[in-house]
């Protein structure tokens, strides 16, 4: 078992920034893959961003290339997602998911916290 719970979440003007954070416990995080996903209202969950295990290899939407960026921390069990030029369109419920390999897919992912909101407003 693992619990994530994500952080950071909340209302922004377009073109502002913000930075979440996702701590995991319950499993050594290190050794997994990590993901950012993304559902806006009316929409499917999307992929957003995933990290290799050691933080050497990341992969991006490219919706958000350029904007945002993931990152981790393995000895504090945290993984982050820096948001910079936020748009309207960014707005959703974000979910951090723990899994084996990295993914854009998230049927691929075994866990997932609770979500935090991000709301950008025009």
């Known amino acids: 078992q693992v619990q994530l719970v994500e952080s950071g979440g909340g209302l922004v003007q377009a073109g502002g920034s913000l930075r979440l954070s996702c701590a995991a416990s319950g499993r050594t995080f290190s050794r997994y893959s990590m993901g950012w996903f993304r559902q806006g209202p009316g929409k499917e969950r999307e992929f957003v961003a995933t990290?290799?295990?050691?933080?050497?290899?990341?992969s991006t939407a490219d919706s958000v290339k350029g904007r945002f960026i993931i990152s981790r921390d393995n000895a504090k069990n945290t993984v982050y997602l820096q948001m910079n030029s936020l748009k309207p369109e960014d707005t959703a419920v974000y979910y951090c998911?723990?899994?084996?390999?990295?993914?854009?897919?998230?049927?691929?992912?075994?866990?997932w916290g609770q979500g935090t909101q991000v709301t950008v407003s025009s």
């Open positions: 990290i290799s295990w050691s933080g050497g290899s990341t």
């Open positions: 998911a723990v899994g084996e390999g990295m993914s854009m897919w998230y049927h691929e992912y075994d866990y």
